[in-house]
């Protein structure tokens, strides 16, 4: 049901575009956000939006990534810009439903389970 695209392997400073195209839901019911996990790790929040589009993101990514979507063509997207190696994960895009589309503050703490997932998108940024 959610479907990313646009990872890529680029050099550090680069950037990517990340979309997650949506089928078969009512986006504007979502809370999305997404997520990354590198080899080893858990996985992590990144950012979050609500349909309202309001957004959190991690320290790790503020001022650097933006998270936006788009409800009229069931799309997420994550703006990424001066990437660096330690952003080389698989990124996903995650979904949950709530009352208005809105985003609980402490979405990230919540088990990963209690989500909806797509299948992921590799970014892998070379130094």
């Known amino acids: 049901q959610f479907l990313e695209s646009g990872g890529d392997s680029v050099q550090a400073g680069g950037s990517l575009i990340l979309s997650c195209k949506a089928s078969g839901v009512t986006y504007s019911h979502y809370c999305m956000a997404w997520y990354r996990q590198s080899p080893g790790q858990e996985r992590e929040g990144v950012a979050r939006?609500?349909?309202?589009?309001?957004?959190a993101y991690a320290d790790s990514v503020k001022r650097r990534f933006a998270i936006s979507r788009d409800d009229a063509k069931n799309t997420l997207y994550l703006q990424m810009n001066d990437l660096r190696p330690e952003d080389s994960a698989m990124y996903y895009c995650?979904?949950?439903?709530?009352?208005?589309?809105?985003?609980?503050?402490?979405?990230?703490?919540?088990?990963?389970?209690?989500?909806?997932w797509g299948q992921g998108t590799q970014v892998t940024v070379s130094s």
């Open positions: 995650a979904a949950r439903t709530t009352l208005g589309g809105v985003c609980p503050a402490d979405l990230f703490t919540y088990p990963l389970g209690s989500l909806y």
């Open positions: 939006i609500a349909a309202d589009g309001t957004s």
